[in-house]
């Protein structure tokens, strides 16, 4: 979460700068920058995002315009987990919401592909969404990871009007550590054990900075870490994303 507040820069990178300029035109002039993060999807792997709205994690703001923008960094597959999203969604009413598993952040609300549409789209395209609309992606089966770039934006006084109200996205949470020193730690594993998952972890790398969402069941993968976005921070600086739009919203 937040990699815009590690790596230098990146904020004025062509990913938000063309982001940011995509929100305007949907939404209005009024349209800023609220957060951002990478995700990945690991090769051979059954993880599911469950299906969810993103409002359901928002605080209730009076103005409810929000758009989120999902750049594929590589190739998003049926296969590997692309957005699958239910067409007109974000027109109607939240549903009701539950921990996805107990004891776990996690929401999710009743559905199935049957009323979705897959969205595969290549590398360097994106999906938008609404904060309502209904989406979910499966896991990925396939021997290559599946990146996303995600950045969101909404009204400016509705930023304003979040942090007043102590909400940032989990900003606040956001854990800087060395993996050679965390891997001896007892301690901070500790600590990052207790918080139930809750969490995001900032793992330093050589001289770079590597962020990764969330650590699913307090698995730490480090090497995983390494290879899945390592390599991809220049690139973030000077990227040419956001070239072609799928919206899905």
Excluded at 46 to 64: I, L, N
Excluded at 81 to 103: D, I, T, Y
Excluded at 211 to 234: C, G, M, R, S, T
Aim: hydrophobic share 35%; with cysteine.
């Amino acid at each position: 979460m937040w990699p815009s507040s590690y790596v230098e820069n990146l904020q004025e990178g062509k990913l938000h700068e063309r982001a940011a300029k995509i929100a305007k035109i949907i939404l209005g002039d009024d349209m800023t920058f609220d957060f951002d993060m990478l995700i990945s999807k690991a090769p051979l792997t059954d993880t599911v995002t469950p299906m969810h709205q993103d409002e359901s994690y928002w605080c209730d703001m009076p103005d409810k315009r929000a758009v989120t923008v999902w750049v594929a960094m590589d190739n998003a597959t049926v296969d590997n987990g692309c957005m699958w999203f239910v067409p007109g969604s974000h027109n109607k009413e939240l549903r009701p919401h539950r921990q996805a598993r107990e004891g776990h952040h996690v929401l999710c609300c009743d559905g199935d592909e049957s009323e979705m549409i897959a969205s595969p789209i290549r590398a360097g395209s994106c999906t938008l969404h609404h904060g309502r609309t209904i989406h979910y992606t499966r896991g990925n089966s396939t021997d290559k990871q599946r990146r996303a770039f995600i950045v969101n934006y909404r009204p400016g006084l509705m930023v304003t009007w979040e942090r007043n109200h102590g909400y940032d996205h989990g900003k606040d949470k956001s854990i800087v550590l060395d993996k050679r020193s965390f891997r001896n730690n007892q301690t901070g594993y500790n600590a990052i054990k207790q918080m139930g998952g809750n969490f995001f972890l900032m793992i330093c790398v050589g001289q770079r900075e590597v962020l990764i969402n969330e650590i699913w069941n307090n698995k730490f993968h480090f090497e995983y870490v390494h290879k899945a976005f390592e390599p991809q921070f220049d690139s973030l600086l000077n990227l040419d994303l956001v070239t072609n739009c799928d919206s899905s919203a």
